[in-house]
């Protein structure tokens, strides 16, 4: 999993011998609505990266959209990072938001990122200090952006996958993705884009820890999901569908894209079409 994942052990031992910049993603909890610690718990020298906050879009009407480069470079560069820094991604749940950060600065063109794997769990497991607070006098930098196409597609791309022969892989729970539990989300409907295999996120991780390639290649072939074809991944908001990605990529998928809108857009418009379950 090299070039995706960090250990707690490794951070540290990084952190000792040369500049890494820590970043926490947060998020409050999308179903439950339970807002995520931002004010405590920090590993040394680390900021927040605010999902619900500037880490997103709020112009779209969807709940955690990609903010345009300009906007994201502006906002990474007001947490002390340039394209060139070495960066580490780190979350309070262990692997649930993190992804979608790291996928983020990827479609940015960022080089050097990986996610802390088990997250702030794994780094308290290992005994090694935190803090009350952010990094403080974080110096602003210039984010020079090198956008790459393809890491997240649009509404029209999805409807033309089964055209062009791409998978389509729902992170979400098997009850949302049935259509045997309502959707969380007022105004937006049961079931699942046509055609979609599910992969809930939860299925790749073991302690809230990516698990081995090779069980990866496991689960997304009893899911039906070849990894050696195109795959879209979706979610709820397009967050968890990072995790998904993810685990595609570290399984060798050359063509992995995330839908931003996810069920929270597609699930809204009547206009496109959906199977269940049930």
Same mark, same amino acid.
């Given at each position: 999993m090299e070039g995706f994942f960090i250990q707690a052990n490794e951070l540290h031992k990084a952190m000792l011998e040369r500049p890494v910049v820590v970043l926490r993603a947060v998020m409050s909890d999308p179903v439950s609505g339970v807002a995520d610690n931002?004010?405590?718990?920090?590993?040394?020298?680390?900021?927040?990266?605010?999902?619900?906050?500037?880490?997103?879009?709020?112009?779209?009407?969807?709940?955690?959209?990609?903010?345009?480069?300009?906007?994201?470079?502006?906002?990474?560069?007001?947490?002390?990072?340039?394209?060139?820094?070495?960066?580490?991604?780190?979350? $309070?749940?262990?692997?649930?938001?993190?992804?979608?950060?790291?996928?983020?600065?990827?479609?940015?063109?960022?080089? $050097? /990122?990986? /996610?802390?794997?088990?997250?702030?769990?794994?780094?308290k497991a290992c005994g090694y200090p935190l803090n009350e607070a952010p990094q403080a006098n974080t110096i602003n930098r210039v984010y020079v952006p090198d956008p790459q196409p393809g890491w997240f597609v649009g509404s029209d791309f999805v409807s033309q996958a089964k055209a062009n022969e791409w998978q389509i892989a729902d992170a979400r729970s098997a009850g949302r993705f049935s259509g045997r539990e309502p959707d969380p989300r007022p105004g937006v409907r049961s079931g699942h884009i046509p055609g979609a295999r599910n992969v809930p996120f939860t299925s790749l991780l073991d302690n809230q820890r990516m698990r081995s390639e090779s069980q990866l290649v496991d689960v997304f072939e009893q899911a039906g999901v070849d990894i050696n074809k195109p795959v879209i991944c979706s979610c709820g908001s397009g967050v968890t569908a990072c995790v998904v990605a993810m685990a595609a990529k570290v399984c060798g998928t050359s063509q992995v894209s995330v839908y931003d809108g996810s069920w929270a857009e597609w699930g809204a418009n009547n206009q496109f079409p959906l199977e269940t379950e049930l």
């Open positions: 931002t004010s405590s718990d920090f590993i040394p020298g680390s900021v927040n990266f605010d999902l619900d906050g500037p880490g997103s879009d709020h112009g779209t009407g969807l709940p955690h959209s990609l903010p345009s480069a300009q906007a994201l470079s502006l906002y990474l560069g007001q947490l002390g990072i340039s394209a060139e820094s070495e960066v580490v991604v780190y979350e $309070n749940r262990g692997l649930f938001c993190a992804p979608r950060v790291w996928w983020m600065l990827k479609a940015l063109g960022h080089k $050097n /990122v990986r /996610v802390l794997d088990g997250g702030l769990p794994a780094w």
